[in-house]
């Protein structure tokens, strides 16, 4: 599904990922764990098409998207739900789905929110609230959701857990399990490598924009010593 051949992107001189290889699979999840700082936003900003590739390629769905703008790769079926959720405040969790799903038919619209609600039970009672007025968990399972809108093949979540409680985490967990179960590629950053390890099929560790450690995710939980080698602490 996506495949990046030493890609290298970064912003003005600053080069954020260097010569980073990957390949997420249908219905597969690749993590990418790392310190702040290691390039794991600036990979996926990058496969969205909001910052620039330097060198290298990107092929999505056996065509290279390399030079392609943003709203050409949402077509093509990738979405990003981005770290800080970005949602529009003022506007209601309807219309935050809408918004979402500007790239499908109109007609797809009454089915995809039926998709979101079952997915996040929560959502169904509050579609006429304003986004900014819901809790940070419910924020973040609107990110997902209007990301869903679009009928992605690839969705891509930047910071799944991040400020979120744990019974929150779950939900939103057991909602990209079944994504998976579908037949969704997805590609996660994530803050808890527990949480990574636990749903992931191949682990990513970033270190400074290059890929230090790629492997099975079964691999690197039977690995206590990983993320202590290459974020500095247990998780």
């Known amino acids: 599904m996506l495949q990046l051949d030493r890609l290298t992107c970064g912003y003005g001189p600053f080069r954020a990922v260097a010569d980073l290889s990957l390949e997420v699979p249908d219905g597969s999840v690749l993590a990418l764990i790392g310190a702040n700082g290691a390039g794991k936003s600036s990979t996926l900003m990058a496969v969205?098409?909001?910052?620039?590739?330097?060198?290298?390629?990107?092929?999505?769905?056996?065509?290279?998207?390399?030079?392609?703008?943003?709203?050409?790769?949402?077509?093509?079926?990738?979405?990003?739900?981005?770290?800080?959720?970005?949602?529009?405040?003022?506007?209601?969790?309807?219309?935050?789905?809408?918004?979402?799903?500007?790239?499908?038919?109109?007609?797809?619209?009454?089915?995809?929110?039926?998709?979101?609600?079952?997915?996040?039970?929560?959502?169904?009672?509050?579609?006429?609230?304003?986004?900014?007025?819901?809790?940070?968990?419910?924020?973040?399972?609107?990110?997902?959701?209007?990301?869903?809108?679009?009928e992605p093949k690839l969705l891509m979540i930047d910071e799944v857990s991040l400020g979120l409680m744990p019974a929150v985490i779950d939900m939103c967990y057991e909602a990209l399990g079944r994504l998976r179960d579908d037949g969704l590629a997805i590609l996660l950053v994530e803050q808890s490598t527990q949480r990574a390890f636990d749903i992931a099929d191949t682990v990513c560790v970033l270190e400074s924009g290059r890929a230090v450690w790629t492997g099975a995710a079964e691999a690197a939980r039977k690995d206590p010593g990983l993320v202590e080698a290459y974020l500095g602490l247990a998780q």
Do not use: C, W
């Not at 900014?132 to 968990?137: P, V």
């Not at 990110?143 to 869903?148: D, K, T, V």
């Open 48 to 150: 969205a098409g909001h910052v620039a590739a330097m060198d290298g390629r990107i092929r999505f769905d056996g065509a290279d998207i390399t030079g392609e703008p943003a709203r050409a790769r949402v077509r093509r079926g990738i979405a990003l739900a981005p770290e800080g959720r970005r949602l529009f405040p003022d506007l209601s969790v309807q219309e935050n789905l809408t918004v979402g799903g500007y790239s499908r038919p109109r007609a797809a619209e009454a089915r995809n929110v039926e998709r979101v609600v079952t997915l996040f039970p929560r959502l169904k009672d509050r579609l006429a609230q304003l986004a900014g007025s819901m809790s940070g968990g419910e924020q973040q399972m609107l990110a997902i959701g209007r990301a869903l809108m679009a």
